[in-house]
């Protein structure tokens, strides 16, 4: 038996040799007469008469789909000896998605399932991978990607790609968020002059983004304070000092928080000549040395 292999939606020729010798022919899907000689049988318009001649008796199949699939077999009668040969037809489906999970947020630690369902014949292959600069090929070549303890490196897009060399592989992507509380990366002190304009910085990294506060000792700084201006965004938080005064030195706090956590990070703004000690908090300025974590009746002791 030979084998005609098709696509979806393409045409399929049968075609059956004969000679002089023959009588009678038909072409049969199964049991059912498709053609007899020059005769339709069937009502299907997609089956039509291609050749009819004393070597080639063939029909095609128009718009071929999967239902067409099966045995077919060419009848021929020759001197009252009837023989007969037969074809397969195989249908061949572009791999489609049918089901695939939904964008997903979820905090840091966490599992995640991903699911991605394809139909095709032959039956897709179906393989997951992390579209991420650090990701290196595929992560999953199964249906369902498990990820147990979620780190916030694997957030981001993740795409199931079905193929099976009948089409081009059809992909889909599904994002994965993944919260974790804020993280204070950059926060550093600033020397400023007396009467010129003074920027504190504070970055940080979280998801969802961070709310950001500043306190100068304990005191919170209030959006529109005279002489201040606070500026928030996603990622960072700027304290501007549009005039600089001897009463603005000292040690701010910068607090970034979200509904997962809060952490903070101090920093100090200092005049010239004041020699910053970043590692224990104190800032010397005209010899003297103001210890900025100490009481202030314990600085008057010490001085």
Not at 231 to 239: Q, T, V
Not at 265 to 285: C, E, F, K, T
Request: with cysteine; glycine share 8%.
């Amino acid at each position: 038996m030979d084998n005609v292999t098709v696509r979806q939606g393409e045409s399929a020729t049968l075609r059956c040799s004969v000679d002089n010798r023959v009588t009678r022919v038909a072409w049969l899907n199964r049991s059912s007469i498709l053609y007899a000689g020059n005769d339709k049988w069937c009502l299907d318009p997609r089956v039509v008469l291609l050749a009819n001649t004393k070597t080639q008796y063939s029909i095609q199949i128009q718009d071929v789909d999967v239902y067409d699939e099966g045995p077919y077999t060419c009848s021929v009668q020759t001197d009252n000896h009837p023989k007969t040969s037969r074809v397969h037809l195989i249908v061949q489906v572009s791999p489609k998605i049918t089901e695939i999970s939904s964008d997903i947020s979820i905090n840091e630690g966490g599992n995640v399932s991903l699911t991605c369902i394809a139909t095709g014949r032959p039956d897709p292959t179906i393989t997951w991978r992390h579209i991420s600069p650090k990701a290196v090929g595929f992560i999953s070549e199964d249906e369902y990607l498990e990820i147990t303890g979620i780190t916030r490196e694997q957030s981001g897009e993740y795409e199931c790609s079905a193929s099976n060399d009948v089409a081009a592989p059809v992909v889909q992507r599904v994002k994965v968020t993944v919260n974790y509380p804020p993280y204070i990366s950059d926060a550093k002190s600033t020397g400023v002059p007396v009467g010129q304009k003074g920027i504190l910085l504070c970055e940080a990294s979280a998801v969802p983004s961070a709310d950001f506060q500043w306190y100068k000792d304990d005191k919170r700084l209030a959006e529109g304070q005279k002489g201040l201006k606070v500026e928030n965004k996603a990622f960072f938080s700027r304290l501007t000092f549009f005039n600089v005064s001897e009463q603005d030195y000292g040690n701010y706090t910068c607090v970034a928080s979200n509904q997962l956590g809060n952490t903070n990070a101090s920093m100090i703004l200092y005049g010239p000549g004041a020699v910053h000690d970043g590692n224990n908090g104190a800032w010397r300025r005209g010899g003297c040395a103001w210890l900025l974590a100490l009481p202030l009746a314990q600085l008057a002791r010490q001085f």
